[in-house]
T-cell receptor, first 117, second 117 residues
Framework: EAGVAQSPRYKIIEKRQSVAFWCNPI?????LYWYQQILGQGPKLLIQ????????DSQLPKDRFSAERLKGVDSTLKIQPAKLEDSAVYLC???????????????FGSGTQLSVL | AQKVTQAQTEISVVEKEDVTLDCVYE???????LFWYKQPPSGELVFLIR??????QNEISGRYSWNFQKSTSSFNFTITASQVVDSAVYFC??????????????FGKGTRLHILP
């Protein structure tokens, strides 16, 4: 079974530039998550999709971050403009159900490591 | 408020020693799930175990064992006869129902485990 695919693996940009990350979840997984993991911290949820609808985006800095999941499959996360404090690993995860059915285990991608200079 | 505390930031042990990773959680909900995930150097978090709040039975899986105690709000993880391949960052996570009956997950800050040959 193919895992969660993310690209790019690394990205270096200057502050105020824009950047986009892509995620393709495990086939058939209804729920997709974007997490931000700052060095030395645990993952923090940015946004959760159930199919192509947003379930939770309460921690997404909406003035600069946006995400979409067209057709309920793959997803993109965009930052525009980037700030120094956005330097982190951005992890994508998926689960079979989620969105109201707690206890589902998450399957994570390897993440995109973003450095904002 | 919901909280997960992993007080051990970093642990180093010599191979074949036993090691216990501590996790203390806070929640007012009676229904919740606890998880452990492993993050090897490759970056993706790998699911290890989940426990619901009504199941305090301890679990053993090979060299891994988990001790769930509601009385102390702890969900500790023990590796017996540690191996170099166990070197990773380990995260404890708490999941509960949000106010809109959607599930919420928070992660601890993680414990970096070094197994020395």
């Amino acid at each position: 079974e193919a895992g969660v695919a993310q690209s790019p693996r690394y990205k270096i940009i200057e502050k105020r530039q824009s950047v986009a990350f892509w995620c393709n979840p495990i086939s058939g997984h209804a729920t997709l998550y974007w997490y931000q993991q700052i060095l030395g911290q645990g993952p923090k949820l940015l946004i959760q999709f159930q199919n192509n609808g947003v379930v939770d985006d309460s921690q997404l800095p909406k003035d600069r971050f946006s995400a979409e999941r067209l057709k309920g499959v793959d997803s993109t996360l965009k930052i525009q403009p980037a700030k120094l404090e956005d330097s982190a690993v951005y992890l994508c995860a998926s689960s079979l159900e989620g969105g109201g059915l707690p206890g589902e285990k998450l399957f994570f991608g390897s993440g995109t490591q973003l450095s904002v200079l | 408020a919901q909280k997960v505390t992993q007080a051990q930031t970093e642990i180093s042990v010599v191979e074949k020693e036993d090691v216990t990773l501590d996790c203390v959680y806070e929640t007012r909900d009676t229904t919740y799930y606890l998880f452990w995930y492993k993050q090897p150097p490759s970056g993706e978090l790998v699911f290890l175990i989940r426990r619901n709040s009504f199941d305090e039975q301890n679990e053993i899986s090979g060299r891994y064992s988990w001790n769930f105690q509601k009385s102390t709000s702890s969900f500790n993880f023990t590796i017996t006869a540690s191996q170099v391949v166990d070197s990773a960052v380990y995260f404890c996570a708490l999941e509960w129902y949000g106010t809109n009956r959607d599930d919420k997950i928070i992660f601890g800050k993680g414990t970096r485990l070094h197994i020395l040959p």
